[in-house]
């Protein structure tokens, strides 16, 4: 059973780097058929896509935040990650990281179960 | 953000039948793309319920189903359940600006 864990630090100080790593256990990250998501939720408030990678590093990300956003992939960990770049506190929310097909399978499924950022002086 | 709008709150009692509503836009929704559906509860993965507009993942009650019909979406919970009181969000594909992967604005399910 495939599982994902979002791992990194839970406080961040503003103008600086968020960065986050989401582990993927029970099955290969190095599969054509998937790309892996990073999602977050603000406190109170709903889902937002992030960004996408692919185990080739093939990346697209949300045009609101593509500025800012970098996703990468390390295959012989297993791992994928994110760097959010000069972060303020409207980017403190729980981080998750997910698996989706490519289309028209374009589900998530499964999610890790998320991680609070705060940013905060 | 959201780009899919859903109703705040909906609320139930025990044993009875709510539905969920997930409206788009011809980007997305009506553009033919398909609606997913999950259940968020705090502190834990978020779960998938509905995929393709009304399939169900194994492990999913057959009390939960889906629907799709234009530009909107539904997600219908029969004999309602107190484990069920969480959020409830939508998510589909959409090809404008917003962004490949738009999510609905989240559903609070109160079982009272």
């Known amino acids: 059973q495939l599982q994902l864990q979002e791992s990194g630090p839970g406080l961040v100080t503003p103008s600086e780097t968020l960065s986050l790593t989401c582990t993927v256990s029970?099955?290969?990250?190095?599969?054509?058929?998937?790309?892996w998501v990073w999602i977050r939720q603000p406190p109170g408030k709903g889902l937002e896509w992030i960004g996408s990678?692919?185990?080739?590093?093939?990346?697209y990300y949300n045009p609101s935040l593509k500025s800012r956003v970098t996703t990468s992939v390390d295959t012989s960990k297993n791992q994928f990650s994110l760097e959010l770049r000069s972060v303020t506190s409207e980017d403190t929310a729980v981080y998750y990281c997910a698996r989706i097909g490519r289309y028209p399978h374009n589900w998530l499924d499964p999610w890790g179960q998320g991680t609070l950022v705060s940013v905060s002086p | 953000q959201s780009v899919l709008t859903q109703p705040p709150s909906v609320s139930g009692a025990p044993g009875q039948r709510i539905t969920i509503s997930c409206t788009g836009s011809s980007s997305n929704i009506g553009a033919g793309y398909d609606v997913h559906w999950y259940q968020v509860v705090p502190g834990t993965a978020p779960k998938l319920l509905i995929y393709g507009n009304n399939k169900r993942p194994s492990g999913v009650p057959d009390r939960f189903s889906g629907s799709k019909s234009g530009t909107s979406a539904s997600l219908a919970i029969t004999g309602l359940q107190s484990e069920d009181e969480t959020d409830y969000y939508c998510q589909s594909y959409d090809t404008s600006l917003s962004g490949f992967y738009v999510f609905g604005t989240g559903t609070k399910v109160t079982v009272l």
């Open positions: 990678v692919d185990y080739s590093g093939s990346t």
């Open positions: 029970g099955g290969s990250l190095s599969t054509s058929s998937y790309f």
